[in-house]
């Protein structure tokens, strides 16, 4: 019996947490020392990563409506937002572990993209969404002239 209320205790610490840290994202935490473990707080899991053409991202976000997910892209900052459906019923849950409710996520792109070209796909519960590189940020091969 004890143990069951200590676990109910530690849900209840972790709703508060999740509470007083809610919209912690959007804090202005540039130049911090703090700024990239503020950033990679949060929800969804997200996995970035680039080849010579484009970046990739992956939102881990099962049971998400697609219809409820917003994509914006500001220079190169990708901004994710949407909404996860609570569990249906009214009975109350002694422990959920599910997340639930709106979400926004901003996410440091390494380099410039290409808005305009961005595309996006849900599958299976993975949003992933492709943006081709800005033409500044693509490598270039330079010529050396010998003279």
């Known amino acids: 019996m004890i143990q069951h209320a200590i676990w109910k205790e530690l849900d209840n ?57 917003a994509l914006s892209i500001e220079d190169k900052t990708l901004i994710l937002s949407g909404d996860k459906p609570s569990w249906a019923g009214s009975e109350k849950s002694e422990v959920n572990g599910k997340a639930e409710g709106s979400f926004k996520r901003s996410v440091e792109l390494p380099v410039k993209v290409d808005a305009d070209q961005a595309t996006a796909e849900y599958v299976h519960g993975v949003l992933s969404i492709t943006m081709p590189k800005a033409q500044e940020a693509k490598a270039r091969k330079i010529e050396v002239a010998v003279g």
Do not use: C, T
């Open 13 to 69: 610490v972790r709703r508060e947490m999740e509470n007083a840290m809610h919209g912690w994202s959007d804090f202005p935490v540039n130049g911090s020392p703090f700024a990239h473990w503020v950033r990679g707080m949060g929800y969804p899991n997200i996995r970035v990563h680039q080849d010579e053409e484009s970046v990739k991202v992956e939102a881990v976000i099962p049971g998400v409506d697609p219809d409820s997910l």
